[in-house]
DNA sequence: CTTGACCTTCCTGTTACTGGAACCCTTATG
DNA sequence: CATAAGGGTTCCAGTAACAGGAAGGTCAAG
């Protein structure tokens, strides 16, 4: 397979692909031509990445997990702490975004949004 | 005010002072001696700025609102409306990030975490 | 033979800084 | 007076994960 039937397949663009290679994800054969050539281990791994980065894990998570799972005796443990590790990053984020959210949908409530110049907005963020 | 007093007012480290310097959000004086020298209007737009970037506005956004802030025609609803869509973008972050929370701590709690190869998790990524 | 759709490499830019090297200025101390 | 510590300065490189674009090679069809 070529590149362009990969990134159909996939979802990820060719751009990416090329990037996936260059950092060591997979690891395509080159036909006489230069071109790139994939087997179906390849387009697998592929979207085993995708999913994962789909997943929030980085890319250097990825590659952990792909190591994980293409080794027979791996622990189940393992990867189960990558996963915790990554969702305990995930929930520290939801619970700062959340707190902006707040504070920052009970200060546009309060703006009244004319053509006047007061604003409780800029009020909060220059505050002395 | 040399740089490092205005660090430890303003909680910014003196990079990202030099960084916002660079980037044209504060322009403090020179001394003699070369040094920077920051007035209280230059701590004060630091502050705004850290303060809005903890509500995690983008650098653009934070000097657009650094302008209207400066403006005193100014009308609210422009700063409201920059505001609202940077509400938006929060509370999209927070539902992609509970969607894979959700995702996730499924696949965790299913995973046996123990040195047994087979994981739910793994398999979930690499399901055809 | 040419055209258009692919493919290749290489270089730059993105965001918001951070780390580090190499060097200057000021003040206190032995 | 030399020096050492603790400021400050500039500039260059690196981070994460790609995206955009230029310049050029390849392939199948008409």
């Given at each position: ?21 260059d ?9 006489a ?32 997990l ?10 189940s ?12 990053q ?39």
């Amino acid at each position: 397979m070529n590149i362009g039937e990969v990134a159909q397949k996939t979802g990820l663009p060719a751009k990416t692909i090329r990037y996936y290679e260059d950092i060591g994800l997979v690891e395509p054969q080159r036909g006489a031509n230069g071109y790139r050539f994939f087997a179906e281990t390849d387009v697998h791994n592929l979207t085993f990445v995708q999913r994962a980065r789909a997943l929030g894990f980085s890319v250097d998570e990825c590659r952990n997990l792909l190591d994980l799972y293409q080794s027979l005796d791996r622990a189940s443990a393992d990867v189960k702490a990558i996963a915790r590790g990554h969702l305990q990053q995930i929930e520290q984020k939801i619970s700062d975004l959340q707190s902006m959210q707040e504070t920052l949908s009970d200060l546009i409530e309060r703006c009244a949004g004319d053509d006047r110049p007061e604003c409780p907005i800029l009020g909060s963020l220059s505050q002395s």
